[in-house]
């Protein structure tokens, strides 16, 4: 089976996401890409974890990471007797899955599903890591493929000649819209917000972009009306780390600001990713504080004097009056009538699709 990275940008290929290889973990350092290409060795899952927490890889990339962190956990209890391992597995699994507490129900999905595949490894008596590497190319396959299809949506809201805003790095769907637009011959003029305090869109979007061979402008957090207003921005997209089923978005902090913007302006929002169950309404949804010593930097360079306080909301939430449409791999919703998606047949949120 061909894979589904093929043709897509450095940095969203699999092995230069994380991957696992003869008792540890790489995983490339999102922090500091594209001034260096640098990847963090992990010896323990306990230390893929840390990895995660620690944002060394963002937006879909802890998904791959945590299914390459089970198979270094399965390394580590390899000499274990099988009741062991499976005891083991399960403990790694909890704690991978819970390295960053807004996306707890999405990893759990992916951790579990690695555990489940280590349980028949273990039964089988073969190689246990090997099979749970095979299991991640795998779903991410389906998970790519599955972006693809909904890239193919998104695409058709784009002009054939003009300019879209995104915001944060959307991972796969970034690649995947770029490459289905560039197949259709249309010119997409990329402005991506820098997206402090780690610049995934300065860095990570802004990279992608380039590398696929578009234009892009990297503007600053504060410049989106503006160019809203001057530069005549016909679409505004971003990804979404959830989708509560009664229409909220949760993402980026900046997003909600954005799309606040868009509806002034009469620039469609259209979001990207399947409607979580798990977030049954936007009251389940916690947001993860971070590290409010971020916003008095930048890169490593203090910006603000020493006593003053920062305040880091990780994420920020978008209500459905502001969305024109959430765009999945069956189709554009309404943000009132999520439901719709999984009365679809196949729209199914599981381990191997998640729309990230």
Not at 230 to 252: H, M, P, Q, R, W
Request: charged share 20%; with cysteine; net charge negative.
């Amino acid at each position: 089976m061909e894979r589904a990275d093929k043709g897509l940008a450095f940095m969203l290929q699999y092995e230069n996401v994380a991957w696992y290889d003869a008792g540890e973990v790489r995983i490339l350092d999102r922090r500091i890409y594209p001034g260096k290409i640098e990847f963090v060795t992990c010896k323990t899952h306990q230390e893929v974890t840390q990895a995660i927490t620690d944002m060394v890889t963002q937006s879909a990339g802890p998904y791959t990471a945590a299914a390459m962190g089970m198979a270094l956990a399965a390394y580590e209890c390899r000499n274990m007797k099988a009741a062991e391992q499976v005891k083991y597995m399960e403990a790694a699994s909890y704690t991978i899955s819970h390295a960053r507490p807004t996306t707890v129900k999405r990893m759990e999905i992916i951790t579990s599903g690695c555990l489940e595949v280590a349980k028949s490894a273990i039964a089988a008596g073969i190689d246990v890591p090997q099979a749970i590497v095979d299991y991640t190319v795998e779903t991410n396959n389906i998970r790519y493929n599955k972006i693809g299809r909904t890239a193919k949506y998104l695409v058709d809201m784009f002009p054939d000649n003009g300019s879209v805003m995104t915001q944060c790095f959307g991972e796969t769907i970034v690649g995947q819209m770029l490459k289905e637009a560039k197949n259709r011959g249309k010119k997409i003029h990329l402005y991506c917000p820098e997206t402090r305090p780690y610049f995934q869109g300065a860095r990570l979007t802004a990279t992608v972009g380039h590398d696929m061979g578009f234009d892009v402008t990297v503007i600053t957090d504060n410049m989106p009306a503006f160019v809203m207003q001057n530069e005549c921005i016909d679409l505004f997209t971003s990804a979404a780390d959830a989708i509560s089923l009664d229409g909220y978005v949760i993402n980026k902090v900046g997003t909600f600001q954005i799309a606040i913007v868009s509806k002034y302006m009469g620039v469609p929002y259209f979001v990207t990713g399947a409607p979580d169950p798990g977030h049954p309404t936007v009251d389940t949804v916690h947001i993860e504080m971070r590290d409010p010593e971020f916003v008095l930097q930048a890169m490593g360079v203090r910006t603000a004097c020493q006593g003053v306080e920062g305040y880091y909301p990780s994420f920020d939430i978008t209500p459905p009056h502001l969305v024109s449409g959430v765009v999945t791999d069956t189709g554009i919703y309404s943000p009132y009538d999520l439901h719709r998606y999984f009365e679809s047949g196949t729209g199914e949120f599981s381990n191997k699709e998640l729309c990230v």
